[in-house]
């Protein structure tokens, strides 16, 4: 992991020398120029975690490198330094923004404060954005062996910058592992950026990863900071890696190789030094051989692979899973404790969930939901979990599940191919309607039946 980097924009060379040592004494590493004319180069061809510059410089003034620092990196705090006598001009950077300023001559100890809380502020800006850094361990719920397997195997390879690939079905958790891990390592105290690789549409995919400039394409009306700046020093989660293009999948390899990003329409290198967790619900195996993702790139993910088990393999848990989430549930509706009776309890434990744990929460959310007393009966979990019946029924069911399955697979097929379509044509849906042959209200029922409005 990397130190901070600190641009400090200093005329006078004892000052300059002076704040340097003061940063480096602190563990940052200061990079400390004479001029705006210099500071200006470096934020083109670098990155930065904070600037610190003097508002009275020769030629390009702390101003301009202010507005510069910030078409740069719109999240990097910039401290400014003026004499005591020209504070206004200190004012009006805070303005411009600045985070604050600090006057001359600089008192080492307030330095030093403002740059710790500088960072926090950056930190909590990311955070904001939707990202996580720090808080709590997710909760992860079970008792069975399939499970402390599982989270061995995370508490293990935590500490370490290993890469970590998380296979299993929708629905069995990848995600809160994710999180454990990032949780339990070293950069525990920097963001954890999750990407969705099939929920971002195709063409805005490498915007979204690796930034972009302004006007680097038609739309692109400001500075857009991609999630790997965002990750830097942390880690960034790619869930359903698979559904990354083989295009992105190779320039996702350079990246990972050089540590380093470049913004579309850029030119210069930005640090990008995070730790990598993918996932998928794939057999990324089979798409190498098939030709679909790159065989350099899955070795290079698949340095620590974790299987997450499907919840059917550890049934011993649904109860424990069941009363953790009426638990929740209940408190949400400032409802009293909630059971599940004895019938509605084996009907769960004998259903094979295959959305999984995520299946099982929404299932008991909506019976909560419906519950007049405080237990649940096994009417309002049958629907979703067949309650069990003897070998005769069953027997006499084969042919009927046999053509459920048959009508639930042509349906996932189609859900699919009407989401990859939706996606391509970012999300128009007459252009998908047209692309597909078929009219547009079909269409648009479709779409609605699938929840892909």
Aim: aromatic fraction near 6%; include cysteine; glycine fraction near 8%.
């Amino acid at each position: 992991m990397t130190e901070k980097r600190i641009l400090v924009v200093e005329d006078r060379a004892g000052t300059r020398k002076m704040l340097e040592g003061t940063l480096a004494d602190e563990g940052y590493r200061a990079v400390a120029v004479p001029t705006g004319e210099e500071a200006l180069r470096r934020l083109e061809e670098e990155t930065f975690d904070l600037v610190l510059t003097d508002l009275a410089l020769p030629g390009i003034d702390g101003l301009q490198v202010l507005a510069a620092s910030k078409e740069s990196d719109p999240l990097a705090p910039v401290i400014v330094m003026t004499a005591y006598g020209t504070i206004e001009n200190a004012v009006r950077a805070m303005k411009e923004g600045a985070y604050d300023f600090v006057v001359k001559p600089v008192d080492p100890e307030r330095l030093l404060l403002l740059v710790r809380r500088a960072a926090e502020r950056r930190m909590l800006e990311v955070r904001n954005r939707g990202f996580s850094s720090t808080e709590a361990h997710p909760v992860i719920v079970g008792k069975s062996a399939a499970i402390r397997n599982v989270l061995g195997l995370a508490d293990k390879v935590a500490p370490s910058d290993a890469a970590v690939l998380l296979s299993g079905e929708s629905g069995t958790g990848k995600e809160l592992f994710a999180r454990r891990i990032h949780l339990s390592s070293a950069r525990a105290g920097h963001a954890l950026v999750a990407v969705n690789c099939a929920a971002i549409p195709r063409e805005l995919v490498e915007a979204e990863l690796f930034g972009a400039e302004k006007g680097a394409y038609t739309g692109a009306d400001r500075l857009r900071v991609g999630k790997f700046e965002l990750a830097d020093g942390g880690t960034i989660f790619f869930d359903e890696i698979g559904e990354l293009s083989l295009p992105l999948q190779s320039k996702l390899l350079r990246v990972l190789e050089g540590k380093t990003v470049e913004r579309i329409g850029g030119s210069r290198a930005i640090r990008a030094d995070v730790r990598l967790i993918t996932a998928t619900n794939r057999i990324l195996e089979e798409d190498v051989r098939a030709g679909r993702f790159r065989e350099d790139l899955f070795y290079r993910l698949n340095v620590f692979p974790v299987r997450i088990p499907p919840l059917r393999e550890r049934r011993e848990d649904i109860a424990l899973l069941a009363g953790h989430f009426l638990a929740r549930f209940a408190a949400e509706l400032r409802r009293d404790r909630i059971a599940l009776s004895a019938d509605a309890l084996r009907a769960l434990e004998e259903y094979d969930w295959p959305g999984n744990v995520r299946e099982l929460r929404n299932v008991l959310e909506r019976a909560v939901i419906l519950v007049e007393g405080d237990t649940i009966p096994a009417d309002l979990v049958v629907p979703r979990a067949r309650a069990s019946r003897t070998d005769e029924e069953r027997s006499a069911l084969v042919a009927t599940d046999l053509h459920a399955a048959v009508r639930e697979t042509v349906r996932r097929v189609e859900a699919d191919l009407i989401g990859r379509v939706l996606r391509d044509c970012g999300g128009n849906k007459s252009e998908a309607a047209r692309r597909m042959n078929i009219s547009y209200r079909s269409f648009w029922s479709k779409a609605r039946e699938y929840n892909l409005e």
